[in-house]
């Protein structure tokens, strides 16, 4: 089955430092990713999303990320992080119906990595 | 403004009285979503709806009933809530599939739901 491993559960980074969050999928073919953040009380927000072509991916709010067909990795990356960065950070892929028997597409998540940012 | 809708944001109330927790988007969107999220387990997809009267299981829909009568509204419906649906639930809406495109879902900001 179709399936998103965010390894960390948990991540704190000094504002103005570099920031990475890993993602790995499981998907037999060109996987369709995505990657939203959920600020605290909000819902989420696309962040930046891989179709096909270019495998460095820009994003809103200064994030990108590097799709890696040989590593299955899909990770987040900020050059300097801010404050406001502080939140959950979910990883998503699109699975084709034909891979889960439904009636269309649907999103798989991962399980997401919290985000703290120290003054 | 494109946007997703739910109501109520916040209800606590007991286990076994009915509740609804409305979702209305704007975008026209034919597919619609619900989900939950839970500490360690992401968000799960309870039923989803891809046009009027259409609808269907996700992945967790044990306790929950959908309905979609108009195209803005997806309505979910917890008949005789228990302690275990304690959660928070999103809504979510996305154009219908290209050939070539895949639409990203937008989505509401949530429901804190607790079943006492």
């Known amino acids: 089955a179709q399936s998103v491993t965010q390894p960390d559960i948990h991540i704190t980074v000094s504002e103005g430092a570099s920031l990475e969050l890993r993602c790995n999928y499981s998907?037999?073919?060109?996987?369709?990713l995505f990657w939203y953040v959920q600020s605290p009380g909000q819902g989420l927000q696309l962040l930046l999303k891989?179709?096909?072509?270019?495998?460095l991916v820009q994003g809103i709010k200064g994030f990108e990320a590097e799709f890696k067909r040989s590593q299955s990795s899909f990770n987040l990356r900020k050059p300097s992080v801010h404050w406001s960065d502080a939140a959950e950070y979910f990883c998503?892929?699109?699975?084709?119906?034909?891979?889960?028997?439904?009636?269309?597409?649907?999103?798989?998540f991962g399980t997401g990595t919290l985000l703290a940012v120290q003054p | 403004e494109a946007q997703v809708t739910q109501n109520p944001r916040y209800l606590i109330t007991v286990t076994g009285k009915k509740l609804t927790v409305t979702c209305s988007q704007n975008?026209?969107?034919?597919?619609m979503s619900w989900y939950r999220q839970d500490p360690g387990l992401g968000l799960r997809q309870i039923y989803y709806?891809?046009?009027?009267?259409?609808?269907d299981k996700g992945d967790v829909p044990e306790g929950y009933k959908v309905s979609r009568k108009e195209k803005r509204n997806f309505p979910l419906i917890l008949e005789s809530p228990s302690p275990n649906q304690t959660s928070l639930y999103f809504c979510?809406?996305?154009?219908?599939?290209?050939?070539?495109?895949?639409?990203?879902?937008?989505f509401g900001d949530g429901t804190r739901l607790s079943i006492l």
């Open positions: 975008m026209n969107h034919e597919y």
């Open positions: 979510a809406s996305r154009a219908k599939e290209g050939q070539e495109d895949r639409q990203p879902q937008h």
């Open positions: 891989y179709f096909s072509g270019d495998t």
């Open positions: 998503a892929v699109d699975t084709p119906r034909l891979y889960y028997g439904g009636a269309t597409n649907k999103l798989i």
């Open positions: 709806s891809m046009n009027v009267e259409v609808t």
């Open positions: 998907y037999g073919a060109t996987p369709y």
